[in-house]
Structure formats: structure tokens, C-alpha cells
């Protein structure tokens, strides 16, 4: 069946690190993939998505390379600030089924 | 606002009693989902509307869990005779269909269950 496998965390980085999360992904089909953040407090918001092979998202710095030969969706950030501070939640959406699978979450934590 | 807003945000309730609670998805949108969040997890699915059909509901909890959508706009969860497991943030989302199943949330309804 469908799945998502996300990076362990907590990860806790300094402002103006790079950031990577990863997520690697199981799906009979060809899926959707997304990445939600879930700031403190706030529900979950669509950070970027990749619909095809190769396709990368991006949004607000951070960005994301659907890859089909990895099975992959890794989310980068070049430098990271205080206020990305959130949880990030891996996602997919295969062809054939009408709801999201989600990633257990990664929390992220920047201190100055 | 135009986004998904969920009513009530939190709730407390005892064993046993009935809960309900109510999605109203961005206006345009014709797809509605429910998802249970617990702690530490991601969100899990449980239910799909299209309009006012309920397309999917084979992954709703139990038979104590039920979820309405009438007229196709707003729509209701409703868990009977609670029980602690049943703790947890129910969130509410809505997509267009066709456009790659992107979904956007509501802020949740927080249940606690004593």
C-alpha cells in the first residue's frame, strides 16, 4: 500500500544552516507528493508540491525534487531562520486514491 | 477569511458522551476530508465527500464514528459514546477535484475525552 517514510527527529539546527529532511515514498501509482508545515499553534499549510518525475517544488526558500528513480521527496533549505521553526509532514497522493498519505512529522527547531 | 474553518476548536467531553463537530470548507471547493491527528503521528484519513456524497468512508474508526455533508457545503463528524482513545485533533480539509488532490486545512478541533 501506500506509504511515506520521513526523517527522525527532532532536528535542531542554527539560524542560517542548510536543512535537509528526508522523505522517501511507497505508492503503487504516480503519485502527488507535498510537503504541509504545521507552525506552533496553526494548522497545517501546503509548503510546495511536485506532481511528476523531476518536477521540483518550491515556496518560500524551500524546495523539494520529486525524485521516481529514488522514490524521494527530500525538502531543502539553503538557511534557515528562527521563524521556520515548525513540523514538517512529507505527503502523497497516488493516482488512485482520493486522500493524503502522511509522514510522521519532522519537528524543526532554529535557535538564533 | 475564505479559508476551512472548523467549529468548535477545542472540546472537552466525558466518556461516554456524543460529540459533534463542524467543517465549513473553502466555498468553492467541492471535496471534503476528515483526518484524526494524534500525537506525534501525521494526519490519518477517515472520510471524503464529493458534493454531498460520501465517496469514502471505509476508513472511518468505528461504527461510532459518522460524518455528513447535506447540501454539499459545510459538514459534520460525529463520535458517539467517546472513549479516551478517541482523544485526539480531528482535522477537516477541502480540495477541487482534478486539481492534483491538493488540499488545504482547517486550523482542527481539539478533542479531549476525560
Not at chain 2, 494526519?43 to 471505509?58: I, R, V
Amino acid at each position: 500500500g501506500d506509504s511515506v517514510t520521513q526523517m527522525e527527529g527532532p532536528v535542531t539546527l542554527s539560524e542560517e544552516a542548510f536543512l535537509t529532511i528526508n522523505c522517501t515514498y511507497t505508492a503503487t501509482g504516480y503519485p502527488s507528493l507535498f510537503w504541509y508545515v504545521q507552525y506552533p499553534g496553526e494548522g497545517l499549510q501546503l509548503l510546495l508540491k511536485a506532481t511528476k518525475a523531476d518536477d521540483k517544488g518550491s515556496n518560500k526558500g524551500f524546495e523539494a525534487t520529486y525524485r521516481k528513480e529514488t522514490t524521494s521527496f527530500h525538502l531543502e533549505k539553503g538557511s534557515v531562520q528562527v521563524s521556520d521553526s515548525a513540523v514538517y509532514f512529507c505527503a502523497l497522493s497516488d493516482a488512485g486514491a482520493n486522500n493524503l498519505f502522511f509522514g510522521t512529522g519532522t519537528r524543526l527547531t532554529v535557535i538564533p | 477569511d475564505t479559508g476551512v474553518s472548523q467549529d468548535p476548536r477545542h472540546k472537552i467531553t466525558k466518556r461516554g458522551q456524543n460529540v459533534t463537530f463542524r467543517c465549513d470548507p473553502i466555498s468553492e471547493h467541492n471535496r471534503l476530508y476528515w483526518y484524526r491527528q494524534t500525537l506525534g503521528q501525521g494526519p490519518e484519513f477517515l472520510t471524503y465527500f464529493q458534493n454531498e456524497a460520501q465517496l469514502e468512508k471505509s476508513r472511518l474508526l468505528s461504527d461510532r464514528f459518522s460524518a455528513e455533508r447535506p447540501k454539499g457545503s459545510f459538514s459534520t463528524l460525529e463520535i458517539q459514546r467517546t472513549e479516551q482513545g478517541d482523544s485526539a485533533m480531528y482535522l477537516c480539509a477541502s480540495s477541487l477535484v482534478g486539481q492534483y488532490n491538493e488540499q488545504f486545512f482547517g486550523p482542527g478541533t481539539r478533542l479531549t475525552v476525560l
